[in-house]
């Protein structure tokens, strides 16, 4: 099993930048590909980002953020991040990180068998 904890979300004005973590506890963080994925309300939920496990070599970004997120992860502290600049109000969500075994960071929600509760991300214009 492996345990994952969102923190990082707030309020924050258009063009505005926020970092989000996801806390990992239980099996090797390492062993993980990991992921964030975003949920509007009343939209189905989204991929944002994803990078493979070890050493994260592979990394992936959907369309809407390409250019403006970075995600990341620092094995020793089994920490994922998501450093997230020029924010838009069309990013307000519901942002989730998840977790695959030995995956490379793919844009699926299926793939991924472990997920975190969420932290809020509301961007004002």
């Known amino acids: 099993q492996v345990q994952l904890a969102e923190s990082g979300g707030g309020l924050v004005q258009t063009g505005g930048t926020l970092r989000l973590s996801c806390a990992s506890s239980g099996r090797i963080f390492a062993l993980h590909a990991m992921a964030w994925f975003r949920q509007a309300p009343g939209q189905e939920r989204e991929f944002v980002a994803g990078i493979s496990w070890n050493d994260g070599s592979i990394v992936n970004y959907s369309e809407s953020v390409k250019g403006r997120f970075t995600i990341s992860r620092d094995n020793d502290k089994d920490t994922l991040y998501l450093q997230m600049n020029g924010l838009k109000a069309d990013d307000t969500a519901v942002y989730y990180c998840?977790?695959?075994?030995?995956?490379?960071?793919?844009?699926?929600?299926?793939?991924?068998?472990?997920w975190g509760q969420g932290t809020q991300v509301t961007v004002s214009s």
């Open positions: 998840a977790a695959d075994y030995l995956g490379l960071g793919s844009p699926k929600a299926s793939e991924y068998a472990y």
